[in-house]
Protein backbone atom coordinates (compact mmCIF):
# COMPACT_ATOMS: atom_id res chain seq x y z
CA UNK A 1 0.00 0.00 0.00
CA UNK A 2 1.06 3.38 -0.76
CA UNK A 3 1.80 6.26 1.41
CA UNK A 4 -1.19 7.59 0.11
CA UNK A 5 -2.99 5.23 0.07
CA UNK A 6 -2.18 4.49 3.98
CA UNK A 7 -3.15 7.70 5.00
CA UNK A 8 -6.82 7.52 2.95
CA UNK A 9 -7.57 4.72 4.87
CA UNK A 10 -6.48 6.11 8.22
CA UNK A 11 -8.90 9.23 6.78
CA UNK A 12 -12.00 7.24 6.27
CA UNK A 13 -11.01 5.15 8.93
CA UNK A 14 -11.28 8.38 11.46
CA UNK A 15 -14.45 9.90 9.70
CA UNK A 16 -16.14 6.45 10.39
CA UNK A 17 -15.28 6.18 13.65
CA UNK A 18 -15.92 10.06 14.12
CA UNK A 19 -19.52 9.10 12.13
CA UNK A 20 -20.69 6.30 14.72
CA UNK A 21 -19.47 8.22 17.81
CA UNK A 22 -21.22 11.44 16.85
CA UNK A 23 -24.29 9.37 16.02
CA UNK A 24 -24.43 7.42 19.11
CA UNK A 25 -24.35 10.55 21.04
CA UNK A 26 -27.13 11.99 19.33
CA UNK A 27 -29.34 8.89 20.38
CA UNK A 28 -28.10 9.25 23.51
CA UNK A 29 -26.20 5.28 23.89
CA UNK A 30 -23.26 5.27 26.36
CA UNK A 31 -19.99 6.17 24.84
CA UNK A 32 -16.64 5.51 26.82
CA UNK A 33 -14.45 7.94 28.13
CA UNK A 34 -11.04 7.53 27.13
CA UNK A 35 -8.46 6.93 29.24
CA UNK A 36 -7.12 10.23 30.72
CA UNK A 37 -3.46 10.85 29.72
CA UNK A 38 -0.60 10.19 31.72
CA UNK A 39 0.87 13.46 33.28
CA UNK A 40 3.54 14.39 31.07
CA UNK A 41 7.52 13.70 32.42
CA UNK A 42 10.03 16.58 32.62
CA UNK A 43 13.68 16.20 32.45
CA UNK A 44 16.21 18.96 32.36
CA UNK A 45 19.46 18.97 32.23
CA UNK A 46 23.04 21.00 32.16
CA UNK A 47 25.33 20.31 29.18
CA UNK A 48 28.79 21.61 27.87
CA UNK A 49 30.04 20.49 24.53
CA UNK A 50 33.33 22.07 22.81
CA UNK A 51 34.39 20.34 19.29
CA UNK A 52 37.03 21.63 16.61
CA UNK A 53 35.70 21.98 13.01
CA UNK A 54 37.57 22.35 9.87
CA UNK A 55 34.43 21.90 7.83
CA UNK A 56 33.16 25.23 8.07
CA UNK A 57 35.90 27.83 7.27
CA UNK A 58 38.25 25.64 6.14
CA UNK A 59 40.15 26.04 9.28
CA UNK A 60 40.28 24.64 12.61
CA UNK A 61 37.27 26.39 14.23
CA UNK A 62 36.47 25.90 18.09
CA UNK A 63 33.11 25.92 18.95
CA UNK A 64 31.64 25.78 22.68
CA UNK A 65 28.46 25.66 24.16
CA UNK A 66 26.76 25.80 27.62
CA UNK A 67 23.40 25.73 28.42
CA UNK A 68 20.28 23.65 29.50
CA UNK A 69 17.90 21.17 27.85
CA UNK A 70 14.42 20.68 29.20
CA UNK A 71 12.44 17.78 27.62
CA UNK A 72 8.69 16.98 28.23
CA UNK A 73 7.31 13.83 27.32
CA UNK A 74 3.99 13.06 27.12
CA UNK A 75 1.80 9.74 27.03
CA UNK A 76 -1.69 9.16 26.23
CA UNK A 77 -4.07 6.86 28.62
CA UNK A 78 -2.25 3.73 27.85
CA UNK A 79 1.21 5.01 28.75
CA UNK A 80 2.31 5.45 25.31
CA UNK A 81 4.56 8.34 24.14
CA UNK A 82 3.23 10.63 22.21
CA UNK A 83 4.86 13.57 21.63
CA UNK A 84 8.30 15.33 22.82
CA UNK A 85 8.98 18.57 23.29
CA UNK A 86 12.49 19.84 23.97
CA UNK A 87 13.38 23.57 24.72
CA UNK A 88 17.30 24.24 24.95
CA UNK A 89 19.11 27.31 25.63
CA UNK A 90 22.83 27.81 25.91
CA UNK A 91 25.50 30.22 25.65
CA UNK A 92 28.16 29.77 22.45
CA UNK A 93 31.81 30.71 21.95
CA UNK A 94 33.12 30.25 18.59
CA UNK A 95 37.57 30.67 18.30
CA UNK A 96 39.61 30.97 14.97
CA UNK A 97 43.39 29.85 14.57
CA UNK A 98 44.17 33.39 15.37
CA UNK A 99 42.86 33.50 18.87
CA UNK A 100 40.07 35.84 17.38
CA UNK A 101 36.48 34.82 19.94
CA UNK A 102 32.92 35.85 18.65
CA UNK A 103 30.28 35.22 21.21
CA UNK A 104 26.61 33.89 20.58
CA UNK A 105 24.16 32.17 21.62
CA UNK A 106 21.28 29.61 21.00
CA UNK A 107 17.32 29.24 22.04
CA UNK A 108 15.26 26.43 20.15
CA UNK A 109 12.68 24.60 20.48
CA UNK A 110 12.01 21.35 18.88
CA UNK A 111 8.69 19.27 19.21
CA UNK A 112 8.54 15.38 17.86
CA UNK A 113 4.96 14.22 17.29
CA UNK A 114 5.19 10.20 17.06
CA UNK A 115 1.98 9.31 15.98
CA UNK A 116 1.82 11.91 13.26
CA UNK A 117 5.49 11.21 12.33
CA UNK A 118 6.14 14.71 12.39
CA UNK A 119 9.01 16.54 13.96
CA UNK A 120 9.26 21.19 14.12
CA UNK A 121 12.41 23.15 14.75
CA UNK A 122 11.62 26.75 16.02
CA UNK A 123 13.66 29.71 17.69
CA UNK A 124 17.64 30.73 16.89
CA UNK A 125 19.70 27.51 17.03
CA UNK A 126 22.52 29.31 16.36
CA UNK A 127 23.20 33.08 16.40
CA UNK A 128 26.71 34.40 16.27
CA UNK A 129 27.05 38.10 17.67
CA UNK A 130 25.11 38.89 13.93
CA UNK A 131 27.60 37.33 11.73
CA UNK A 132 26.16 33.52 11.92
CA UNK A 133 22.54 33.42 12.33
CA UNK A 134 19.99 30.10 11.53
CA UNK A 135 16.75 31.34 12.76
CA UNK A 136 13.14 30.92 11.71
CA UNK A 137 11.29 27.30 11.38
CA UNK A 138 12.41 23.42 10.32
CA UNK A 139 9.25 21.16 9.76
CA UNK A 140 9.62 17.69 8.77
CA UNK A 141 6.41 15.65 7.48
CA UNK A 142 5.54 11.82 7.50
CA UNK A 143 7.21 11.88 4.62
CA UNK A 144 10.58 13.21 5.12
CA UNK A 145 10.12 16.55 3.34
CA UNK A 146 11.52 19.16 5.22
CA UNK A 147 9.86 23.09 4.96
CA UNK A 148 12.68 25.43 5.93
CA UNK A 149 11.33 29.37 6.71
CA UNK A 150 13.43 32.36 8.22
CA UNK A 151 17.03 33.23 7.90
CA UNK A 152 19.55 29.79 7.58
CA UNK A 153 22.94 31.16 6.58
CA UNK A 154 24.27 27.60 7.59
CA UNK A 155 22.21 25.89 5.60
CA UNK A 156 22.49 28.02 2.68
CA UNK A 157 26.36 27.68 3.23
CA UNK A 158 26.94 31.81 3.59
CA UNK A 159 29.50 31.64 6.07
CA UNK A 160 31.92 34.19 4.86
CA UNK A 161 31.37 37.08 7.70
CA UNK A 162 31.58 34.59 9.74
CA UNK A 163 34.79 32.98 8.74
CA UNK A 164 36.51 36.45 7.85
CA UNK A 165 35.94 37.41 11.78
CA UNK A 166 37.49 34.31 12.89
CA UNK A 167 40.38 34.12 10.40
Do not use: W
Amino acid sequence: MSAEEDVMTRTKGIALVSGVVGAAAVVGIGVARPAMAAAPTITSYPFTESQTDTSLCGVPIVLTFAGTVTEHDFFDGLGNLVRVEVHSADVATASGPSGTMVSGHEVVDIRVDIDHQTEKHTGVPIHFGGLLIEAGRILIDASGGVTVSGRHQLLEGDVARFCSALA
